[in-house]
């Protein structure tokens, strides 16, 4: 399974980027899709999910109202839409797919649920 993660760069603060988490070796549509990011000398923080239907997901307080998370099934790959930026944004972001098929809890705001990962794309907010 290899899950490529783009679209990271440096922006200023309430620019725009979107990324994309290109998945093979999986069929992402039996999956959520988790997006999590680390920051320099913090931990790997939970961003958003998305279930496997795209019909729900769950963020986080820093980022819910100015993220989104969608996907595009037949293409296996998953996108945030990051709007607003703000300088704390800046952290290398992961897209991962959760170990378990068809699930969609509050577990998936948990790392440890995620089997597969991206390298990781830089983002990189200016103020």
């Known amino acids: 399974v290899q899950l490529q993660a783009s679209g990271g760069g440096l922006v200023q603060a309430n620019d725009s980027l979107r990324l994309s988490c290109a998945v093979s070796?999986?069929?992402?549509?039996?999956?959520?899709l988790g997006w999590f990011r680390q920051a320099p000398g913090k931990e790997r923080e939970f961003v958003a999910a998305l279930s496997w239907t795209g019909g729900d997901a769950y963020y986080s307080d820093s980022v819910n109202g100015r993220f989104t998370s969608s996907r595009d099934n037949p293409r296996n790959t998953g996108y945030l839409q990051m709007n607003r930026l703000k300088p704390e944004d800046t952290a290398v972001y992961y897209c991962?797919?959760?170990?378990?098929?068809?699930?969609?809890?509050?577990?998936?705001?948990?790392?440890?649920?995620?089997?597969?990962w991206g390298q990781g794309t830089q983002v990189t907010v200016s103020s």
């Open positions: 070796g999986r069929t992402l549509s039996r999956f959520t």
């Open positions: 991962a797919v959760d170990r378990m098929v068809y699930r969609f809890s509050p577990s998936n705001k948990r790392p440890n649920e995620y089997e597969d």
